[in-house]
């Protein structure tokens, strides 16, 4: 698995698979540790907050699809940077995406990138965002945020791996019914493929 160059010691047992839906994880991860949080940020912080303390994970991998004006449709992403993007606060004088009257920074830093794999931005929200283009993130979807924000939290390495499903367009939804099903041989093939392995 190609994550081994990145974290040796940790084993495939003790790495917990994270997906919103399971047509994101196909048949093809049936034979590891998964849990399919459901759609959002607040499915997803419970959802995972609850697998942590049943597993006690030593690696959190995020595997989804979401939206890019930047990246094309069925590229892989690895996301090291996260916004939360529905958080506004400037009409109390806080700066757009800023949580307000916490320590956390605007842009969450929290993630391993991937050799071999473009990096991005993710910015996540409970809507099902159609434009980004002068946005601080280049990557939508509905999760991302909360689970790196909570594998901070809790000391543990998280990898967030993004398939484009659509161009968060006006086409976004269509593409994404049509795309989502393809995203678990994409992350089949940017995981477990032994020719990346040696790169």
């Known amino acids: 698995m190609m994550l081994i160059k990145q974290f040796p010691d940790i084993t495939l047992a003790d790495t917990l698979f994270v997906f919103a839906l399971e047509a994101e994880a196909g048949s093809v991860f049936s034979h590891v540790n998964t849990v399919f949080t459901g759609i959002g940020k607040v499915n997803a912080a419970i959802a995972l907050t609850k697998a942590i303390h049943r597993q ?18 069925g590229e892989v992403v690895c ?9 506004d606060v400037t ?3 806080f700066a757009r995406y800023e949580t307000p ?19 991005g931005t993710c910015g ?8 980004h283009g ?15 924000l909570i594998a901070r939290s809790e000391g543990i390495p998280f990898v967030c791996l993004k398939y484009i499903s659509d161009d968060a367009g006006s086409d976004a939804a ?10 678990a041989e994409a992350f089949q093939r940017a995981l477990f493929d032994p020719a990346r392995q040696s790169e």
């Open 56 to 73: 006690r994970p030593k690696l959190i991998v995020n595997l989804g699809s979401a939206g890019s004006q930047r990246y094309g449709k």
């Open 79 to 87: 996301c090291t940077r996260f916004v939360q993007r529905d958080m």
């Open 91 to 93: 009409p109390l004088g």
């Open 101 to 119: 009257l916490s320590d956390i920074p605007v842009l969450l830093e929290h993630g391993q990138a991937i050799p071999g794999l473009p990096q």
């Open 124 to 131: 996540s929200g409970d809507s099902f965002e159609v434009n």
């Open 134 to 148: 002068e946005s601080p993130y280049d990557i939508v979807d509905m999760e991302a945020y909360v689970l790196a």
């Open 174 to 183: 269509g593409d994404w019914s049509v795309q989502v099903h393809l995203a």
